[in-house]
């Protein structure tokens, strides 16, 4: 059976004050998600406070520019003391490279480098919200998203970047064709029973596990109960049906 992923609570919430009312609500060593809404409203110290205080930070930048730039901001990540960030794999070879170098290199230069605490990075293959039209409509007449995923997985994966974020769907397949210690995350997790919401495709995360991933990403059904705690602990709990 695969290992026990760690759940990574998505911090979907356009200021801090309602983001840290729900941190306060749930146990030490959580994973957390700051995705761009927040980090755009409050920025770096969010992450310095849940890092200052134990907790591990997914920075959800989605970043894609020249590979100088990224590899700039991977440094900046790494000084604030996230674990994970996310990097579009479409930004191409040379800046997958500089950004892996740059986490590598922040890890080796840090006098605490501690190599299993260094800063991972995970690749944005195709967004979920474009099908195959749309994605013809940005890269050309008969592209596939599920060939494009594969080969932007791959590419990220020759390039030295730890990961990728996927559906549960394509988390096996990224796992067969990149090797098992490339890291797969995935959000479109609901416990069984549960609504949709606005997610296309959902997974329990029994399923989610079973598919080989190593982080799940859970929003709403742990930000929006009443007892967060305990929905995450149910999210956990599901995770051994
Ligand atoms: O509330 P819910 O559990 O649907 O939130 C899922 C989280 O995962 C959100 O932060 C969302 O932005 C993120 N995400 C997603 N689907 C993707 C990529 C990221 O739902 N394909």
């Not at 190599?115 to 967004?127: E, G, M, S, W």
């Not at 730890?162 to 549960?168: E, F, I, K, R, Y």
């Amino acid at each position: 059976m695969n290992r026990i992923p760690d759940v990574i609570v998505a911090l979907d919430f356009p200021d801090p004050e309602t983001a840290w009312e729900l941190v306060e609500r749930l146990p030490a060593g959580t994973w957390y998600k700051v995705g761009l809404e927040l980090f755009t409203r409050a920025g770096p110290p969010v992450v310095e406070r849940l890092v200052s205080e134990g907790r591990n930070v997914f920075l959800d930048l989605k970043l894609h520019d020249i590979p100088n730039t990224v590899a700039g901001a991977v440094k900046s990540a790494s000084r604030l003391g996230a674990r994970l960030l996310t990097v579009h794999a479409a930004g191409g070879e040379s800046m997958l490279r500089a950004a892996a170098h740059a986490a590598a290199e922040y890890a080796d230069g840090d006098s605490a480098g501690d190599r299993t605490d260094r800063l991972r990075l995970l690749a944005i293959t195709v967004l979920t919200s474009l099908d195959d039209a749309a994605l013809s409509a940005v890269i050309g007449p008969g592209a596939s998203v599920e060939e494009t995923v594969g080969r932007l997985a791959g590419l990220a994966r020759e390039s030295g970047i730890d990961g990728a974020v996927s559906s549960v769907n394509e988390c096996r397949a990224i796992k067969l064709a990149c090797g098992d210690e490339f890291l797969v995350v995935t959000p479109g997790i609901r416990l069984a029973g549960q609504g949709t919401q606005d997610q296309m495709r959902v997974a329990t995360p029994a399923t989610a596990r079973a598919a080989g991933a190593d982080y799940l990403v859970v929003g709403r059904t742990i930000t929006q109960s009443a007892d967060p705690a305990e929905a995450l602990e149910r999210v956990r709990a599901a995770l051994l049906d």
